[in-house]
Nanobody, 125 residues
């Protein structure tokens, strides 16, 4: 069983930065591909970024490319999402997810077996 706990959400001005963290309690964190998803009110959950188990391969949704960076530290059982140049369209609940048999390119929710609760990210204009 893998439990994921995110932190780092909050309120930031447009153009600002936030760093989300996701810590895993599982013993085999390093074997999982990890992803970040977001869901805004009234919208479908969407893929944001993914990273493979080594951390050497990552993949981003087009709207966040160049602004967001996903990384991981397997020694700390953690994955991160550095968000820069935040825009008014970025606010959502952001959730991390773990995929036991996946890759950085898994962009669909069904490909991930474990999910965190997700912090709220709010961007003020």
């Amino acid at each position: 069983q893998v439990q994921l706990v995110e932190s780092g959400g909050g309120l930031v001005q447009a153009g600002g930065s936030l760093r989300l963290s996701c810590a895993s309690s599982g013993r085999f964190f390093s074997r999982y591909a990890m992803g970040w998803f977001r869901q805004a009110p009234g919208k479908e959950r969407e893929f944001v970024a993914g990273i493979n188990w080594t951390g050497l391969s990552s993949y981003y949704e087009d709207s966040v490319k160049g602004r967001f960076t996903i990384s991981r530290d397997n020694a700390k059982n953690s994955v991160y999402l550095q968000m820069k140049s935040l825009k008014p369209e970025d606010p959502a609940v952001y959730s991390c997810a773990a995929s036991a048999a996946g890759s950085a390119y898994d962009r669909y929710a069904y490909q991930y077996a474990y999910w965190g609760q997700g912090p709220q990210v709010t961007v003020s204009s």
